[in-house]
């Protein structure tokens, strides 16, 4: 309170060590006062071991890629899995790709059913509350080498 709104994004290298320094304005009604300074202190977060191979294809951003909290508000695989393009969901729920009628699931690692199977029947094994990631790789020719299968699209899903 006090200040005026301000945003600032960066990305530093996964070893590097960044020093950051901007100031804040006041706002009209609190600039004739003495605000107290604002600190912001960032931190390295150790990956699960499981997690490193995900964040390494993630630089590479061939796949679609949701996150712990894109479930938090719906707690549905449906808002995530329809604002991929060329995906959608028909009437009785199953997962269509323009381009594509094979596709694999994956579930920390474990491929699950076939390729032919409905997805979404599959993607019930894991409550979406649960998921920590997923990854949507909807072109044979993006997919990473431990996807390669007779799928031509994978969904890969880690669970927390």
Same mark, same amino acid.
């Given at each position: 309170?006090? +200040?005026?709104?301000?945003? $600032?994004?960066?990305?530093?290298?996964?070893?590097?060590?960044?020093?950051?320094?901007?100031?804040?304005?006041?706002?009209?009604?609190?600039?004739?006062?003495?605000?107290? &300074?604002?600190?912001?202190?960032?931190?390295?977060?150790?990956? @699960?071991?499981?997690?490193?191979?995900?964040?390494?294809?993630?630089?590479?951003?061939?796949?679609?890629?949701?996150?712990?909290?894109?479930?938090?508000?719906?707690?549905?695989?449906?808002?995530?899995?329809?604002?991929? @393009?060329? $995906?959608?969901?028909?009437?009785?729920?199953?997962?269509?790709?323009?381009?594509?009628?094979?596709?694999?699931?994956?579930?920390?690692?474990?491929? +699950?059913?076939? @390729?032919?199977?409905? &997805?979404?029947?599959?993607?019930? $094994?894991?409550?979406?509350?649960?998921?920590?990631?997923?990854?949507?790789?909807?072109?044979?020719?993006?997919? &990473?080498?431990? +996807?390669?299968?007779?799928?031509?699209?994978?969904?890969?899903?880690?669970?927390?």
């Amino acid at each position: 309170m006090g +200040y005026r709104p301000t945003e $600032l994004s960066f990305s530093i290298d996964d070893t590097a060590s960044v020093r950051v320094e901007f100031e804040l304005n006041s706002t009209k009604a609190t600039a004739p006062y003495l605000l107290a &300074p604002v600190v912001v202190r960032g931190r390295s977060v150790d990956l @699960p071991t499981r997690l490193l191979e995900f964040y390494a294809r993630a630089k590479h951003n061939h796949a679609s890629i949701f996150a712990r909290e894109d479930f938090a508000l719906t707690n549905d695989y449906r808002f995530a899995l329809e604002s991929v @393009p060329g $995906l959608h969901l028909n009437a009785r729920n199953q997962l269509i790709h323009k381009t594509c009628d094979k596709i694999q699931v994956y579930i920390n690692g474990t491929r +699950y059913g076939a @390729p032919d199977d409905n &997805p979404m029947r599959t993607l019930k $094994l894991v409550a979406p509350a649960d998921v920590e990631l997923m990854e949507v790789y909807t072109h044979v020719t993006r997919l &990473p080498v431990e +996807y390669l299968t007779d799928a031509c699209m994978v969904i890969a899903v880690w669970t927390k």
